[in-house]
């Protein structure tokens, strides 16, 4: 995935992964699933929503999973858009590799010399790919009935959102757990206060990002910005997360947003 910093210049508003879980209400996903299946058109989107969600209350060790990543053409998605996607169903216990799925996709939006450089994904190959209609059957179908495993959950939900309203008419919504808010929790403590600002030594910041964050759990370092393999690293950091942090039967609920 593209992070700030990884492009000069995009416009693109920071993603915010260090809020607290209070800076937004959580929904309830499995009602909210009800009102969205009555209300989608498109046949597709009522079958994703149709599968349900997860309840809230469910133990982690329960919860069916996908992790998911993109890469883009920059990180602004009202001019940018997804290039590629990548997916691993996985759940608390076991990543399933061998039903992961990866697409590249032709994006309507320029492809810029400075992702590519980030990416690898050239002209060339996004030439001969399908345009990302062609792919949201497929798409829809691995994430529906599972709890989406991101790490950033500003890029994947916002792309595909938009990708989607350009497609069909219609966005997305669904529940994420997001290892960079999960990191973002133990690491970004609260500013400090005036008198603390003023005396106290002020702490080196920790990194999030997700080969910093996998470091920290000693799991391998693997190539970055290819959508598949910054899938299978983030699957495999929550699960290092949950197994150092919560336990089998932590509830949903505290995880998800």
Do not use: N
């Amino acid at each position: 995935m593209l992070h700030l910093g990884d492009l000069k210049k995009t416009g693109a508003p920071a993603p915010s992964p260090g809020r607290g879980r209070d800076a937004q209400a959580v929904p309830d996903w499995p009602a909210r699933f009800v009102e969205l299946a009555a209300a989608a058109r498109d046949a597709r989107l009522q079958a994703f929503y149709a599968a349900g969600a997860v309840a809230g209350d469910s133990a982690l060790k329960d919860v069916p999973m996908v992790a998911i990543d993109v890469e883009t053409t920059g990180l602004d998605p009202a001019r940018d858009e997804i290039v590629s996607i990548g997916v691993v169903p996985m759940d608390a216990a076991c990543i399933r590799s061998s039903a992961s799925r990866y697409w590249v996709v032709r994006p309507r939006a320029e492809l810029h010399p400075e992702s590519v450089a980030i990416h690898a994904i050239t002209h060339a190959q996004i030439a001969a790919a399908p345009d990302f209609g062609a792919i949201v059957d497929e798409l829809l179908a691995a994430l529906a009935g599972r709890v989406v495993v991101v790490h950033c959950r500003e890029i994947e939900r916002r792309f595909l959102d938009v990708a989607l309203k350009a497609r069909l008419g219609e966005g997305i919504e669904f529940p994420v757990i997001d290892t960079m808010e999960l990191e973002a929790r133990l690491h970004r403590a609260p500013p400090p206060g005036f008198f603390a600002r003023l005396f106290g030594k002020k702490p080196a910041p920790v990194s999030i990002r997700l080969a910093d964050s996998r470091e920290r759990y000693k799991l391998p370092r693997y190539r970055a910005h290819h959508a598949l393999t910054d899938a299978l690293a983030t699957a495999e950091l929550l699960q290092a997360q949950v197994a150092h942090r919560f336990a089998p039967e932590t509830p949903l609920r505290e995880l998800w947003c």
